[in-house]
């Protein structure tokens, strides 16, 4: 049984820095996407940023392009998202995802099918 579990998160000042990590159990992560989405209450979950190793891809929203960098430790089977330069509007939960995704759909929610539980981040003074 393949599971993601999240870890990271919380509370931060804007402009400050917060690492998640998206630890796998049941699948090795550089055989498949990892994509980082957030959701916002009221709003559709959206795609922040995504790392497909064995293709040497990643993808980012043009929203966090510059201040959040995605990366993957393959012997701690492990994705993080290093988030730097926070801003309130990144508040969300964000959710860590894996599927067998090709390299044009990695920015697509659908595309993945096995998600983390999700952890929140809140930007706030």
């Known amino acids: 049984q393949v599971q993601l579990v999240q870890s990271g998160g919380g509370l931060v000042q804007p402009g400050g820095s917060l690492t998640l990590s998206c630890a796998a159990s049941?699948?090795?992560?550089?055989?498949?996407?990892v994509g980082w989405f957030r959701r916002v209450p009221g709003k559709e979950r959206e795609f922040v940023a995504a790392?497909?190793?064995?293709?040497?891809?990643?993808r980012y929203a043009d929203s966090v392009k510059g201040r959040f960098t995605i990366s993957a430790d393959n012997a701690k089977n492990t994705v993080y998202l290093q988030m730097n330069s926070l801003k309130p509007e990144d508040t969300a939960v964000y959710y860590c995802?894996?599927?067998?995704?090709?390299?044009?759909?990695?920015?697509?929610?659908?595309?993945?099918?096995?998600w983390g539980q999700g952890t929140q981040v809140t930007v706030s003074v």
């Open positions: 049941g699948i090795t992560l550089d055989s498949v996407a």
């Open positions: 995802a894996s599927g067998r995704v090709i390299v044009s759909s990695m920015t697509s929610k659908n595309a993945y099918d096995v």
């Open positions: 790392i497909l190793t064995r293709a040497g891809s990643t």
